[in-house]
């Protein structure tokens, strides 16, 4: 069964330093992967999505995710972290020939001043 | 382009009272999914409609969960009765595509924040 894990419930970087944020899959099949962000009391807004064109996806907000089959990887990166990216991020993939997602459990990143 | 609307967006209740939520997708969207987000959890798909007929509806608890999609347009989740384990958001999502795409984007509305007592 396809399924994402996302390592770490919570993430703390300082305004203006990389941020990380990390999610493996595991997948019989060539996955469809996403990162959505969910910020307070608000629905889901996707930032990126990998649909095998290209291993490395830019997104929205200045994030990016590589795909890294060899280590069944797909991490969310920002070089530069602001305040207003803090919030709730869900790595997530498509599961079987129609969009059915399967989301990790999530990521609470929080920005230091 | 308006988005995914909800509603109510909160609602409390009793253990074995019913309640009801409503979406109204993106205009022209043909699939519409229903989710359940438990607190610290991601989103867990319920149903999923296209136009008005089911899609999956594996993981709905059809013993107390019902849904149904009017016209292939707005739609209703209803828990009749609820348990104190049905304290969730509930969140609408909508795609323009057919939905049988697995790169389709799935744009999500605010969500309503059930609360069981």
């Known amino acids: 069964a396809q399924s994402v894990t996302q390592l770490g419930s919570h993430v703390s970087v300082s305004e203006g330093a990389l941020v990380l944020l990390r999610c493996n899959y595991s997948?019989?099949?060539?996955?469809?992967l996403f990162w959505y962000v969910q910020y307070p009391n608000q629905g889901l807004q996707l930032l990126l999505k990998?649909?095998?064109?290209?291993?490395l996806v830019k997104g929205i907000n200045g994030f990016e995710a590589e795909f890294k089959k060899s280590e069944t990887s797909f991490h969310l990166t920002k070089p530069s972290a602001h305040m207003s990216d803090a919030a709730e991020y869900f790595c997530?993939?498509?599961?079987?020939?129609?969009?059915?997602?399967?989301f990790g459990q999530g990521t609470r990143l929080t920005i230091n001043p | 382009e308006a988005g995914v609307a909800q509603s109510p967006r909160y609602k409390i209740i009793e253990k074995r009272q019913s309640v009801a939520f409503w979406c109204n997708p993106i205009?022209?969207?043909?699939?519409l999914y229903w989710y359940q987000q438990i607190l610290g959890q991601g989103p867990k798909l319920l149903i999923q409609f296209q136009n008005n007929g089911v899609v999956d509806d594996s993981q709905l608890p059809k013993d107390r969960f019902s849904a149904e999609r009017l016209k292939g347009v707005d739609s209703t989740l209803k828990i009749q009765p609820a348990k104190l384990e049905d304290s969730a958001v509930y969140l609408c999502?909508?795609?323009?595509?057919?939905?049988?795409?697995?790169?389709?984007?799935?744009?999500f509305g605010p969500g309503t924040r059930l609360t069981v007592l």
């Open positions: 990998y649909t095998s064109a290209a291993t």
């Open positions: 205009s022209g969207h043909a699939t």
């Open positions: 999502a909508s795609s323009l595509e057919n939905g049988l795409l697995p790169t389709d984007t799935q744009y």
């Open positions: 997948s019989s099949v060539p996955p469809y």
């Open positions: 997530a993939v498509s599961v079987g020939g129609a969009q059915k997602l399967v």
